[in-house]
């Protein structure tokens, strides 16, 4: 069978400014999104503050998701929401299950530079690898790990991507709150959620 090519990867944390500071940008917009679907929770929950806090303390976004799933599905089956909201939040958690692997590659990856690029070392799931079809139409990243390389535009379209997740979120919890079925314990927090500005006159600029 023919094999793929190797190439040996020099990990390196000596990364420029442009690519540490998105990076953070990335890690901290992600937690600001865990943190919605938290206050989500909490308001679904309906109860003491502190016994919702110790609920979805712990939780990733996944489990947040699919906690806050499970919870607006009680709220329709018992006429407490429309289902319109259950539909909405289905879209809502796709959108978020998208965007998570991208915002794990970049968080949690080695980097190298290669040809004057910057790539990461994907590790995890599988690769597609039609050159070897029929035989292995998917290879194990962890047998043969495979290289993704970032630009700056392609990883300020991932802290959008994010930005936009998480104001859904908002917005979505803010109409359930208001929604005339139900009477909620919670009360929205006086948050500022200033952001970052991902246009290209305000992101840091840098060179390899």
């Given at each position: 069978?023919?094999?793929?090519?190797?190439?040996?990867?020099?990990h390196?944390?000596?990364?420029?400014?442009?690519?540490?500071?998105?990076?953070?940008?990335i890690?901290?917009?992600?937690?600001?999104?865990?943190?919605?679907?938290?206050?989500?929770?909490?308001?679904?929950?309906?109860?003491?503050?502190?016994?919702?806090?110790?609920?979805?303390?712990?939780?990733?976004?996944?489990?947040?998701?699919?906690?806050?799933?499970?919870?607006?599905?009680?709220?329709?089956?018992?006429?407490?929401?429309?289902?319109?909201f259950?539909?909405?939040f289905?879209?809502?958690?796709?959108?978020?299950?998208?965007?998570?692997?991208?915002?794990d590659?970049?968080?949690?990856?080695?980097?190298?530079?290669?040809?004057?690029?910057?790539?990461?070392?994907?590790?995890?799931?599988?690769?597609?690898?039609?050159?070897?079809?029929?035989?292995?139409?998917?290879?194990?990243?962890?047998?043969?790990?495979?290289?993704?390389?970032?630009?700056?535009?392609?990883?300020?379209?991932?802290?959008?991507?994010?930005?936009?997740?998480?104001?859904?979120?908002?917005?979505?919890r803010?109409?359930?709150?208001?929604?005339?079925?139900?009477?909620?314990?919670?009360?929205?927090?006086?948050?500022?959620?200033?952001?970052?500005?991902?246009?290209?006159?305000?992101?840091?600029?840098?060179?390899?």
């Amino acid at each position: 069978m023919k094999q793929l090519k190797w190439d040996w990867f020099d990990h390196r944390t000596d990364l420029p400014q442009w690519l540490t500071s998105r990076i953070g940008q990335i890690v901290v917009e992600w937690t600001v999104l865990e943190r919605e679907l938290e206050e989500l929770i909490q308001m679904l929950l309906n109860t003491d503050i502190g016994f919702s806090r110790i609920v979805s303390n712990r939780l990733n976004a996944q489990n947040r998701v699919l906690a806050a799933y499970s919870l607006i599905e009680w709220y329709v089956y018992h006429g407490k929401l429309k289902s319109t909201f259950l539909h909405e939040f289905n879209k809502l958690a796709k959108r978020v299950g998208k965007t998570q692997p991208k915002r794990d590659m970049v968080a949690h990856s080695l980097w190298a530079l290669i040809e004057r690029k910057w790539c990461v070392l994907k590790l995890r799931g599988q690769r597609p690898t039609p050159e070897l079809g029929p035989e292995m139409e998917k290879l194990s990243r962890a047998f043969l790990p495979q290289k993704e390389f970032f630009s700056r535009e392609k990883l300020d379209t991932i802290i959008q991507e994010i930005i936009t997740n998480a104001r859904a979120i908002e917005d979505f919890r803010e109409r359930v709150y208001r929604a005339p079925r139900e009477q909620y314990q919670y009360e929205p927090p006086k948050y500022a959620r200033r952001r970052r500005s991902t246009k290209k006159n305000n992101t840091v600029t840098g060179s390899v």
